[in-house]
């Protein structure tokens, strides 16, 4: 109890001093600038103040404010409640702390601290993993988020990676004219646009895990068409089992998060992995918001198809071929998502054989 109270006023006097800052002055690495600080954190937790000391942001320069951060940290910690206690031991396993090159949690919390003060039983070390990524990681930020090998290192666990993939990657087929390197995947571009194919994200996927120790490799599904064509996912093993990371598909809805290898169904576009049917029309794969459903004979909505192919539960066009709606739908394709038609004709050949009416 008596360590804990010197430890808090301690820590009260070098916030108020702290405070009397105003300009932004850069000092040496954390060791050298606050070494009692850090030693009062040893003192609280060596692993802590061990991971604490192997972020980026202390490894040369540092500013006061960084240094105001560390004593807001420091201070929270010694109050922390056994619930921020509890928390706190959960993210600092995420990853695989021997071959991350930091705690990435422990960074966003460091993030916050910068911007504003908060109160024991109300602070980031409280914060659950996603709600901690949502609050501090802002990509308007530009500075923090525009260099590769400095955002793949903070990708360091298939939680992070997760989160970030679905937060900012769009698919895009991506026709040759998008291709400046002539590579059939590119993450880098994928990186610098935040558009791509499951092969784009996939090699982002593997990059990143690789970096931070994992086990990983590309695993390729044969969707059953008659191409060359295959989509692909990320393998990668977690405590001794084999999951799959899938961000690479088309929609968004029909992206899962990582589920065991032996839970991961064929590959479906109209589908996620849970058998859940996408809105997509499984005539002339049209992306279909509500206003676009076709109707039953009864007059109800069809969740299977659009409103150009079916009506009063008939098909408008029951004798087109599968070669013709593909051409048909090319321009369709090319209208609802705002792309050239080389991409809508290499979406439309891809997915139409696997639709519903022509299986």
């Known amino acids: 109890m008596k360590r804990h109270l010197l430890i808090t006023i301690i820590l009260i006097i070098t916030l108020l001093t702290g405070c009397a800052q105003t300009q932004p002055v850069k000092t040496k690495g954390i060791t050298e600038q606050s070494p009692t600080v850090l030693g009062l954190l040893g003192q609280l937790s060596p692993s802590l103040a061990h991971e604490v000391n192997r972020l980026p942001e202390f490894q040369q320069s540092v500013s006061e404010r960084q240094i105001q951060a560390l004593n807001k940290f420091v201070y929270l910690t010694n109050n ?10 959960s993210i600092l396993k995420v990853g695989i702390p021997k071959s991350r090159k930091y705690c990435t949690p422990i960074q966003a919390i460091f993030w916050l601290l910068e911007k504003k003060d908060f109160e024991p039983g109300n602070s980031p070390l409280g914060y659950p993993l996603i709600d901690l990524l949502h609050k501090a990681w802002d990509y308007a930020e530009k500075d923090r988020w525009k260099d590769y090998e400095t955002v793949t290192d903070r990708l ?30 590119d993450p880098l571009y ?37 191409t060359k064509a295959y989509h692909a996912a990320t393998l990668f093993e977690w405590q001794g089992k084999n999951y799959i990371m899938d961000n690479g598909r088309p929609d968004k809805l029909l992206r899962i998060d990582f589920i065991p290898l032996d839970e991961y169904k064929p590959y479906d576009l109209t589908k996620n992995y849970r058998g859940e049917t996408g809105k997509i029309c499984r005539s002339c794969a049209l992306p279909m918001d509500y206003k676009d459903l076709g109707t039953e004979s009864d ?61």
């Open 156 to 185: 360091n666990s298939h939680e992070l990676v997760n989160y970030y993939e679905k937060g900012r990657f769009l698919y895009d087929l991506r026709g040759e004219d998008r291709k400046p390197t002539g590579a059939t995947y």
């Open 190 to 226: 994928l990186f610098w646009f935040n558009r791509g194919h499951c092969r784009d994200v996939t090699a982002f996927t593997l990059h990143c895990l690789k970096k931070a120790g994992y086990k990983v490799k590309e695993y390729r599904v044969d969707p059953g068409i008659t």
């Open 299 to 359: 007059g109800s909505r069809s969740y299977d198809y659009c409103n150009l192919c079916f009506k009063d539960g008939k098909f408008t066009n029951p004798n087109i071929t599968m070669n013709q709606m593909i051409k048909e739908s090319i321009t369709r394709l090319a209208g609802k998502l705002k792309v050239p038609e080389s991409q809508a004709k290499e979406a439309a050949e891809l997915f139409i054989p696997r639709l519903k009416r022509w299986k």
């Open 80 to 89: 922390a409640t056994e619930s921020e206690k509890s928390n706190l031991s």
